[in-house]
């Protein structure tokens, strides 16, 4: 018998799931309803970060047809997500009178 040794990096692997649910969970059995909430996906287009483990990957597989998957390195804080928005409101660029 042979045995795989697989070695991790922490440069190389993720540390956290970024899951962003795309579909919604209307008509769907309640065990994929429950595996979302799990997860912290109560509304569309909310995104969640959950860290890279297996109970978590189990999760996700569950309710793969739904959500969006990115691997991240670190969950964002206030002032990256501010940053990453656009401003609010809108601008005139010219006027036609």
Do not use: C, W
Not at 3 to 10: D, K
Not at 22 to 45: C, M, N, Q, V, Y
Request: net charge positive.
């Amino acid at each position: 018998m042979f045995r795989r040794n697989f070695s991790s990096s922490a440069h190389v692997a993720a540390n956290y799931y970024k899951i962003t649910l795309k579909r919604s969970t209307i008509g769907l059995p309640e065990d994929i309803r429950a595996a979302s909430k799990t997860l912290g996906l109560f509304r569309l287009h909310k995104t969640t970060y959950k860290p890279v483990n297996a109970s978590n990957a189990g999760l996700i597989l569950k309710i793969k047809e739904l959500v969006q998957v990115d691997l991240v390195d670190s969950i964002p804080n206030k002032e990256e997500l501010a940053a990453a928005k656009p401003p609010r409101g809108y601008t005139v660029v010219g006027h036609k009178l």
